[in-house]
């Protein structure tokens, strides 16, 4: 299979534009006989279901959340990137570009990188008319601050709850269209399967999550935007509903995946206390603005923090990277706080975890300007902790956060699947290896509102598609499968909770798949998820019926898809035999234990395609990359 | 730490439920309330017993989703927290725990701890928004807006629209949630076009949900997990005497600025 990525052709600042000119365009009063289902109501689903029913397509948006605003992006706390240059400190469209590509470790498409930096702009001058009430300066004009792997000042943000203001923004824009009957909102059915037709995706297997029954849609397009799968590790930063489960499903349909292992650990998050936790939270990353993140300089040091003296603490993002300090990306910052705990510098009782400390930014600016940009994550802290950290360092440690891959997408977001959009972080993206701060709610809204909102009607006009009804076959094969699984779910009645196996799944990836991964580590894991997985379906128990709002059998259903895709992200990690970004090989290091990448050998994407039978057996697909705009460089940010 | 909960069971909508005792044992003083009943449904699970069915998703206290009634009180005791960020700290060891769902008309239960919150986001499809095409906005720094107006606007646009509000008042009145709404665009510039139009459909919208007119009890406020304030509530009762007076199809008003 030759992957196409369809980038236009011409000078990487024209591409876009060029590109839209040259697209064919539907006519509207043609709009409204298209039919497109969109799954997933966060910022990519939210904003793209708005701005194409507002072009006056027929959009029917799916979500198993009870409402469209609390899909997890509701949780973004920091900010969302864009060009402004407001604070006239020299950042431009080739400077997001830039640091993007430099961030994700040169493991992105320089074309699609391009065009997000374009777009970023035109997000926040939509949001701000939308109502979203970004931080201002008392000139009233739009506040910024600075977050990691960039050197300037480029992020907009709304307190410590971003994510929550930019989702509240598309939904109520999706809302609008809603109550203008431009759109039908379907929630808590969830995307069980996806029905193709001639290899064509024309349509979604759901189950209403209250009354059990399978609902059947067709349409002539179908978008995903499920999200990402950082929840295979089952401790994370995600919520705990997130899955990969609309995306596994699309991928056992045809869809590539591409760089399952491309997972992002987040450094500043508060530490793991014990067995019982469901997840972890994570401490925004505009925290280490003012946060300067330390350790004893002794091993075995228990004095409290406020008595060890500055001489004997180890600064040690400030000495080892100079010019970005405590703001070095997200994989440099969080190999190196794990570097220390291995050293046995790590403080609290289980050794686990970095000091995050105000002291200072309180002096320099008071507790009341450190209380009006953190508060709700300082309250936070406190709750999870019992300690006030506007007395005490924090304590933070890295956790799962974000996943880099996802299915695998062209220029237009169009998966191997003909038909079949993936938006957001569900799709493998802009982001290469390593995701810069921020930069997740740009992509997500660039994809939603400005992106698909052209690239679908290219699609529609380009290809005669057949009228279909859910009576077609297809449909009733695909809901067959669906039964069959569900019956087999209902009918294990092992005895062992659903988390149980999730617990294991996670532990297995986070010690030979997170921070560090190494031949034999990753060998270890393909040997154990199947087991996990062959246990699971013998162990689990799902308790109460199909025919009512059964949580065990979702989380189930969920769990079980995990366990499949754990096992392709091993693989992906062991294939991958350099490190790059957030995928740090053991084996593959420089000497001051930086990423090495091997760009002779890994200069691609890997697209894993399903072959029916065992993950084992994937068949892996490359993409190369080619970098003309871009100087192919190792990564520094000393 | 030890427990006897107290759980509401309840088949469906239209099922009579009741109390279900159980023991909770070996509790963490570091688990969260949710925590804690993952835990007690884990057991169901071994046991083959039907797991109870309560609600969450970010377990971060932002989505809104968790909407228990614990011994009486929305999201618990601890005031401005949701259920999803209680510490088993917070209770005394050996305590009974009563945990109940969301009670209002409006809120229909679906089983045991889980209810049907889909009525706020029919109130939000009538006017709460603001009315931009995506690709006509100007300029971000075109319009600029006073900082006191931005934060005031963003303290209720805080609102996780859990339902806590409702929950907690005894009329079941939305006016908490439809008043952060409007208040929150009110506050803004860009929201001035469409003021008086909005808050007269959102109030009627939620008139016809079902939910019960406010008697200025201020128990939402004091359930509140984001502690917003009834004064938002005064301030929607202005704008939409404005707007009575005025009728609704004036373009834009400056009353109650
Ligand atoms: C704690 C936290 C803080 C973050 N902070 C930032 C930040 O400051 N800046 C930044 O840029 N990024 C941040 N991120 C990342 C960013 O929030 C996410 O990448 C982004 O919001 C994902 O948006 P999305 O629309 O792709 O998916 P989501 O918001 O996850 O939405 C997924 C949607 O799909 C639906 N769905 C999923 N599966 C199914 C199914 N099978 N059937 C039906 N519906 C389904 C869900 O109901 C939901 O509506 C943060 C992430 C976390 C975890
Ligand atoms: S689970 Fe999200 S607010 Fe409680």
């Known amino acids: 299979m030759i992957l196409d990525a369809k980038i236009p052709p011409g000078a990487i600042d024209k591409k876009w534009t060029d590109y839209r000119f040259n697209m064919k365009v539907v006519n509207p009063a043609n709009k409204r006989k298209h039919k497109i289902i969109v799954v997933g109501t966060g910022l990519a689903g939210a904003s793209a279901a708005a701005s194409l029913a507002e072009l006056g397509y027929n959009v029917h948006a799916f979500t198993f959340h009870d409402s469209p605003r609390r899909a997890h992006s509701i949780a973004a706390q920091g900010g969302i990137n864009a060009t402004k240059d407001y604070p006239n400190d020299g950042d431009s469209v080739r400077r997001l570009f830039y640091d993007t590509v430099k961030g994700g470790d040169f493991r992105a498409r320089e074309a ?15 949001c701000t008319a939308l109502g979203v009430p970004f931080a201002r300066e008392y000139g009233g004009l739009l506040d910024n601050r600075s977050f990691g ?9 709304a307190r410590g709850q971003t994510g929550q203001q930019l989702l509240l ?7 609008r269209q809603v109550g203008a009957g431009q759109v039908k909102l379907h929630t808590r059915l969830e995307m069980l399967d996806l029905v193709t037709v001639d290899g064509v995706a024309r349509g979604v297997i759901f189950r209403n999550l209250v009354t059990g029954e399978l609902e059947r849609h067709e349409a002539d397009a179908v978008i995903l935007a499920t999200g990402g799968y950082g929840r295979a590790f089952y401790l994370s930063t995600n919520a705990a509903g997130s899955n990969v489960t609309a995306a596994w499903r699309a991928h056992k349909r045809g869809a590539l995946f591409a760089n399952p292992c491309f997972t992002q650990i987040h450094p ?25 993140v330390w350790v004893p300089r002794k091993a075995g040091d228990t004095r409290s923090p406020d008595q060890i003296p500055e001489a004997e603490r180890r600064y040690f993002l400030e000495e080892k990277y100079p010019s970005f300090g405590n703001l070095v990306p997200r994989d440099v ?7 220390m705990c291995d050293e046995g510098l790590g403080v609290g009782e289980s050794g686990l975890s970095v000091y995050l400390d105000f002291h200072d930014a309180i002096e320099r600016v008071g507790e009341g300007k450190i209380r009006e940009k953190y508060g709700n994550l300082f309250h936070m802290y406190e709750k999870i902790t019992d300690e006030n950290p506007y007395q005490v360092p924090m304590r933070i440690y890295p956790a799962v956060h974000y996943t880099m891959g996802g299915l695998w997408v062209d220029y237009n977001l169009m998966s191997t699947i003909p038909g079949l959009h993936v938006l957001g972080e569900a799709n493998f993206s802009d982001h290469g290896a390593n995701r810069l701060g921020a930069s997740a709610l740009m992509q997500g809204l660039a994809d939603g509102y400005f992106i698909i909102s052209q690239t679908i009607g290219n699609y529609l006009v380009s290809n005669a598609l057949p009228k279909i009804t859910t009576e077609h076959a297809a449909f009733a094969d695909a809901e067959r499968s669906v039964k069959a699984r569900l019956d087999k779910l209902l009918g294990a009645k092992g005895g062992t909770p659903p988390a149980e196996f999730h ?8 010690d030979d798949c997170g921070m560090a991964r190494n031949e034999e580590g990753l060998k270890h894991a393909l040997e154990e998820i199947p087991k996990i997985r062959e246990e699971f379906w013998r162990g689990v128990s799902v308790t109460g019926s199909g025919q009512d709002f059964n949580l065990a059998l979702e989380e189930a259903g969920r769990v079980a898809d995990f366990l499949e895709f754990g096992e392709l992200m091993a693989l992906d990690a062991l294939t991958r035999r350099e490190s790059c970004g957030g995928h740090f090989r053991e084996e593959s290091q420089t000497s001051e234990n930086e990423a090495l990448r091997d760009d002779e050998n890994f200069c691609h994407v890997a697209a894993w395609e399903h072959q029916g039978k065992n993950i084992a057996s994937s068949a892996l697909h490359k993409e190369p990359l080619t970098f003309e ?6 990564r520094s940010y000393k | 730490m030890n427990f006897k909960l107290r759980l509401w069971r309840q088949a469906n909508g239209n099922a009579k439920g009741n109390f279900q005792e159980v023991e909770a044992q070996g509790v963490s003083p570091d688990m969260s309330f949710l925590e804690m009943l993952d835990e007690v449904n884990n057991d169901f699970l071994r046991e083959g017993k039907d797991a109870v069915a309560f609600e969450s998703d970010c377990r971060e206290g932002i989505c809104g989703t968790c909407s228990l009634v614990i011994n009486g009180l929305p999201h618990g005791p601890d005031r401005g927290t949701t259920a999803c960020q209680l510490y088993m700290r917070k209770f005394k060891d050996g305590q009974t725990i009563t945990v109940e769902p969301w009670r209002a008309k409006a809120f229909p239960v679906i089983k045991d701890l889980a209810v049907d919150r889909a009525a706020f986001d029919e109130i939000i499809s009538v006017g709460g928004f603001i009315s931009v095409k995506t690709g006509s906005a100007p300029d971000a720094n075109g319009l600029p807006v006073p900082k006191r107006d931005a934060d005031s606007a963003m303290d209720a646009a805080a609102c996780i629209g859990c339902g806590a509000c409702v929950a907690a008042c005894p009329n079941a009145s939305a006016m908490l949630f439809v008043a952060a709404k409007v208040s929150h665009l009110g506050h803004l510039p860009q929201g001035q076009p469409e003021r008086q139009r909005r808050v007269v459909r959102m109030v009627s919208k939620m008139d016809e949900l079902g939910f019960g007119n406010c008697s200025n009890r201020n128990e939402c406020e004091a359930a509140c997990p984001k502690e917003i304030s009834v004064e938002h509530i005064a301030r929607m009762n202005r704008d939409y005497g404005v707007s009575a007076l005025l009728g609704t199809d004036r373009d834009r008003s400056e009353a109650g600025a």
Request: hydrophobic share 35%.
């Open chain 1, 112 to 126: 699609n990188v391009h065009r997000l930096a374009e777009i970023s702009n035109q997000i926040i001058d939509h």
């Open chain 1, 149 to 157: 792997g960039a050197q300037v000042s480029r992020t907009f943000y």
């Open chain 1, 169 to 175: 923004g598309a939904y109520q824009s999706l809302m």
């Open chain 1, 268 to 292: 500043t998050c508060v530490p793991v206390a014990g067995e019982h936790q469901s997840k972890l939270t994570l401490m925004s990353e505009s925290l280490r603005n003012d946060g300067r």
């Open chain 1, 333 to 339: 910052a969080s190999r190196n706080a794990k570097q």
């Open chain 1, 503 to 510: 617990k294991r799944l996670g532990k297995i990836l986070w």
């Open chain 1, 629 to 634: 705009n871009v100087h192919l460089t190792q």
